[in-house]
């Protein structure tokens, strides 16, 4: 005769991803949503933003843009 089976919980545990780096951030000075598409040189980042149901892209200063 065998006693009872004991069922614990299972000692691994899940695999977790790190988060990646978000690319939304926001204009400093209008507070506008933007996307950095990539960063420049000389401190430079090109940005899409949406206006209305066009999307537009520029370069502006990273100072300019804080994390949404």
Known sequence: MRGPVMFGKSKSK??????APSD???LK???RRV????HLGGGDV???M????V?????V???DITRA
Request: aromatic content about 4%; hydrophobic content about 30%; glycine content about 6%.
């Open 35 to 38: 996307t950095v598409l990539e």
């Open 61 to 63: 200063s990273a100072r």
């Open 50 to 53: 949406d206006s209305g149901h």
């Open 24 to 26: 939304q951030y926001r």
């Open 14 to 19: 899940a695999a977790t991803t790190p988060a």
């Open 29 to 31: 000075a209008t507070g």
């Open 46 to 48: 090109r940005i899409a």
């Open 55 to 59: 999307t537009r892209d520029d370069i």
